[in-house]
Every structure is written in structure tokens, then in C-alpha cells.
């Protein structure tokens, strides 16, 4: 190996390790507040990469479909709550939120063809199609639930993941897609080629990363948050709606997820089905940092961006044994540093 | 006396013929991999059952078909309720190799007849007692490997690197290829693996442009072979690039887009049906399956993993009104004269070749089953 090579799995671990990393801090978020482990986390991944590419293809993506159903089944459930509970005012405030806006989107998409519009655009009609799946799945799946134990929590989102990964299969097909890139600009650096793409991934990451950063220190929904992962029944007593700051942190995570399916689709295929092998290396990250603490969650990932990177150009096929095999060590190490604490 | 004896002729005769009028109909169970990782090649596959013939010699044909998922433990528990509550015949399927070699067992042990839609040779070889129920329609991995090493020599390639799936297929196609490009005197200078769902695979390439090959070739299936080959050619590398039969689909062409020209594949000769020369007896099977496949799903979108399902029933076409004559459809009679009409096949043209089946040769497809191509503007292209 010379100083050029690695250099360029360098850029390509560090490239994939930002994805990973979102995706981490989206796991750990949503683990902190809700105590779900979010295996669907790369679903969303895969969703908002092939939406894209369904719009760009000018087909009608399938996620429309799955909005409007779901919207509707909430309706139904939160109106007839509604009317077993004689609060007649907010029937038409639901079904204007959860069927009208998936409609007028469903609208929107019958309209124009979307195939012909700016890039911008395409991206924020896949990111509005994709991002309220995450809290319709919220209130579908977990809401019912959310008291129930960790392990009780993980088994439904075992069940949200095979079930989204079925949808995936029926809308896109089994082949994969790929989005033109964002931009074609690369930069000559000694003599190896960096990719404008690459760059825009790491960038991108970096500003959802500082983004989310205010988020969390200087809003008001950013505190509730932090609040409630911090203590949930302090956080209730305060006046934190536990159903708002679920909702509002799987939210985030579709949007983390979406965005980056969005980011690295120029860059790799995708498939109704890769979501979960790029959501499970940002739950090995999330691991690193005992899905509590952000910033070494962030780390990891990158280090599994690394380890995969470079592991990959020395025993290809061992790549992904030496990946999740990073696990047992750090598994290891947070037991030996930690004092258990029993759960419930 | 004489007329009581011809009346009771006469009853058996007629109870004869009325057995003969509700004959059972004839049970085809399929079981394929619509969905899990091997579903691009599934699909095609269970588009084409419902292209299959509805009755074979004036017999009603029942197909039912089930989804295994890629999954070899369920293609097993498929296979034995077909034969315990299905009563089936014949047994199509699976599409994977795994999936297939696991069924084996069961219909060898219900004495029905399998016919595999899966590449691997281990399917139908060595030939064994068991092995003696299955027969399979798609060429051999050795067989397309064979092609893809001659184009090499005929190239004046002395290098080559191999950059395949993690999984069976290539591995399968790993020790194919690299026994028979060892004994024509090809060196294999890098030999990587990578995954169907990475997303980079800048690392094996990279190793592999170091060692500075005149030809590599990518064992993949459907469009995740098309991740190697962009990279490749996204770090400059200029030499020939072949591809294996499992990309051969619409969808790989879309996803690759440019960086696909110039690629070598050996392939059933269905996949460039209307370019076939006349002479060639294959080309009108071929184009009989890709017009019938096209007017029920669409232009472009026939495959050649779709025509390994029509071949199985050709096959099937063929050998039932022999067996009829042995038995009643339902009856282990009636499977086992089916396997044996099977196994003499001489001579049917179907849509990837031609078939000469015999006790130790349970596919029987020769050189005409396989062609080189070239993807060349985005489309295939045969290489004469």
C-alpha cells in the first residue's frame, strides 16, 4: 500500500463513516427518548434513496401510497378516540393533518412530473413523502406501547422492520437505483482525484451535525428532548408531552435517515433491502457510545467507516467479520468500565 | 350368453373411457424466490409461470406456485407440502442454488420428479441415486466460464483479476473459473470479494488496479455487479471487463449506464434473440418466449432468468404425453414414467438452447446454449 491508496480509503472510509455517523446519532436519539432500538433507522435510508430515484425516473414512488394509508388508518383511529371522548372540535384538525396533507401531496405528485424539475425540488418532495412515515410509525406501532419494555420495544421494531422491508420490495422492485450526482466537480490533490460528492457527503454531515447541536442546546423542543431522555417522568411533571417528544424525535430520525439515503445515493446503488446493512454499522458506532453519548457515537461510526474501508482493500472477504466483530471488544470494555445496573 | 359377455365387454369399455374422461389433472408445483436477495431473478421467473401452457395434451395442468424468499429453509418446507398436500407431479424450482441442492433430499425421498431453474452444476452432478429425480434447465457455471476464458485467449489476455460476490454464486464461480484459467495457462493476479449491499468498493479495486491485470472479471448477479465496475472504471482503468449471465437483465443497463460499454458476458442466447442468424434452430423458440413475455409485462423486459421457468416447461410439454401412456397423473407411476420421459429427451429447442438429456447428463445443453456479448450503446450486443 502507498501513501496514494491510502489515502484514498481514507476519503472513501471517511466518506461512508459520515453516513454512518448520522445515522448513529439518529439511533442514539431515539434510544435516549423513547428507549427504542430503531432498526428501521436504515429503512428509511433505503426509502429516501429510491423515492428520489422513482421521481427522477418520473414514476409515481410508491411511498405516496404508504403515506396516504397510513394517514388515513390514524384518522381512523384518533377520530373514533375522538368521538368515544365527545371532543367533536378536533375531528376535522385530524383528518385534515393526516389524510388532507398526504393528499395535497398525492395532489402535487398527479400534477406536475416531477421528473422535469430542478434537483432541489425532486429532493424536498422525496424528503416530505419520506420524513412523515417516521412519526405515523410512531404512533401506529410504538405510541400504543411506548411503557412497555425495552425488550418488547425491540420486538416491534423487528416487526416495523421486516414489514417496511416487504413494502420496499413491492414499490421498488428488487433491482436497485442509483441518482445522478449532485455535482460533477472533482479536485486534483497530489495525484489523487477527490470527488465533489465525497466532499458534499462529509459536508453535509457535518452541518446536520452542528445543526442538531443547536437543536438541542438553544430550542425549546431541542431542551423538552433532552429533557425527557434525562428523565422521563421529571421531563412529564414539567409539562413534556412523552407522545410529542416521541413523535418529534422519529421525526428526526426519518429525516436523518431520508437525507442520508438521499446524500449517498449518486455515490452507491441502492436497494429496497441495503438500508439495513447501513443502518446496523450505525448501530455498531451507536454501541461504541453506549447509545447515550453523541459524540463518541459519531467517532465510532467513523471508525467503522475506517475499519470497513480499509479492512475491504486487505481481506475483502472478511470485511464485514472484521466490522461487527469490533463489537465484542467494545462490549468488553464498556461492561469492565461500567457498574451494571439491573433494568426495571 | 354370448350377448351377456359382449354387454359386459362393453361395460368395461365404456368404464374405461369414462376413467379416461376424468383423468386427474396434472399437478405442477413451483416454488421460486420472489422476494429475499435472489428476487430480481424470482420475479421474471414467476411472470413466466403465468405464461405456461394451461393444458399439456389435452390434460388440464394445475400450477401452483409458492415464494420461498430465498430462503433454503423454506424452499424445503415448500417442496413438502406440494408433494404431502398437493399431490404434485413435478416439482419447478428453486431459483438458487442453495435452495435447489437443499430440495433434492425431499423429492428424491417422494420419488418426484424436480426440474431446477439454479446454475450450479453440483445440482445434477456427480450423479447419484438421488440426483437421479433432478434435472435442471440452466447452463452450467462451467459452461458460461468456459466461454468467458476462450474469449480471454482469443484476446490475448494473460492477466486477470476476479472480483466476486461473498456469497455462493461467487465463490461458485470463483472455483470454476479459476480451475479453468489455471489449465489455459491464465495468470489470476487479485482475487477479491466484496458484498451485494456495500456501498463501496474502493478497497478491492484499488487492490486490484495495483496488480495491473489485462482483464477483470466480476462475479456478480443483477445489479450489484454494476458497483465493481463503476468504481473500476471511475479509477481509470482501461482494460476488458467481463461480466457473468447473472447480470443479464434491463435493470443492470439502467444502473450502470456508461460505464457498462464495452463489457464481455457469456449468456443463454435468449438475451439477444432477435440477433441470432436464421439458421440457428434456437432463435425461434427464443423469440416465441421473449414476444409472449413482452406482450404480457411490457417492452425490454424479458430476461433470460424468466426463459430458464418457459424452458422447464418445454421440457415438461415434452415429456407428459409420454408418461401419460405409463400412468395416471397423480400416481407414482405416472412420476416415475414422467422422469424417465424426461431423461430422453433428444433434441427440443427451447429458449436457451438445446436439450439432450441422458442417465449421467440431466441438463444436456451443448455450445449452442451459451453466446458471447457485448453491451455495446446501452443495449446487448452478439459478438460473432
Known sequence: MDLQIALLLGQDGLSNGAIYALLALALVLVFAVTRVIFIPQGEFVAFGALTLASLQAGRLPGTIWLVLALGTVIALVDGSRALRGRQFRRIPWIVLVNCGIPLLLAGVLFAVSAASLPLPVQVLLALMLVVPLGPMIYRLAYQPVAEASVLVLLIVSVAVHVTLIGIGLLFFGAEGSRTPAFTDVSFELGDTLLQGQTILVVVASVVLIVALYFFFERTIYGKALRATAMNRTGARLMGISGTLAGMLSFTLAASIGAFSGILISPITTIYYDSGFLIGLKGFVGAIIGGLASYPVAAAGAILVGLLESYSSFWASAFKEVIVFTLIIPVLLWRSLKTRHVEEE | ?????????????????????????????????????????????????????????????????????????????????????????????????????????????????????AASSRIIEPMDGKRYWVFKTPQNDAQMATAIVQHMIDNNVKTVAYIGFADAYGEGWWNEFSKIAEARK?????????????????????????????????????????????????????????????????????????????????????????????????????????VKYEAANGKGTASTFGAHAWDASKLLVNAVPVALKKGQPGTPEFRKALRDALENTRNLTAAHGVFNMSPQDHLGFDQRSRVMVKIEGGNWKLVQ
Open chain 2, 1 to 117: 350368453m354370448k350377448i351377456k359377455l359382449s354387454i359386459s365387454k362393453l361395460f368395461v369399455l365404456v368404464a374405461a373411457a369414462f376413467a379416461a374422461g376424468v383423468q386427474a389433472d396434472i399437478n405442477v408445483g413451483v416454488t421460486l424466490s420472489a422476494t429475499g436477495p435472489a428476487a430480481s431473478l424470482g420475479i421474471p421467473e414467476k411472470n413466466t409461470v403465468a405464461l405456461l401452457p394451461a393444458t399439456i395434451a389435452g390434460q388440464k395442468v394445475n400450477y401452483i406456485v409458492f415464494d420461498d424468499a430465498s430462503d433454503t429453509t423454506t424452499a424445503v418446507k415448500n417442496t413438502r407440502k406440494l408433494i404431502a398436500e398437493n399431490k404434485v407431479d413435478v416439482v419447478i424450482g428453486s431459483t438458487t442454488s442453495p435452495n435447489s441442492l437443499a430440495m433434492i433430499d425431499v423429492v428424491a425421498e417422494a420419488e418426484t420428479p424436480m426440474i431446477a431453474m
Open chain 2, 186 to 290: 491464465i495468470q489470476i493476479v487479485a482475487n477479491e470479494r466484496f458484498n451485494r449491499a456495500d456501498t463501496s468498493v474502493t478497497g478491492q479495486v484499488l487492490k486490484t488496479i495495483a496488480a495491473k491485470p489485462d482483464a477483470v472479471l466480476i462475479g456478480g448477479a443483477g445489479t450489484p455487479a454494476a458497483l465493481p465496475q463503476k468504481s473500476l472504471k471511475e479509477r481509470g482503468y482501461k482494460g476488458i471487463i467481463y461480466q457473468t449471465h447473472g447480470v443479464a437483465n434491463a435493470d443492470f443497463l439502467r444502473v450502470c449506464g456508461k460505464d457498462c460499454e464495452g463489457t464481455f458476458l457469456p449468456a443463454g442466447p435468449v438475451l439477444v434473440a432477435a440477433q441470432l442468424p436464421d439458421s440457428n434452430p434456437i432463435k425461434k423458440a427464443a423469440l416465441e418466449y421473449v
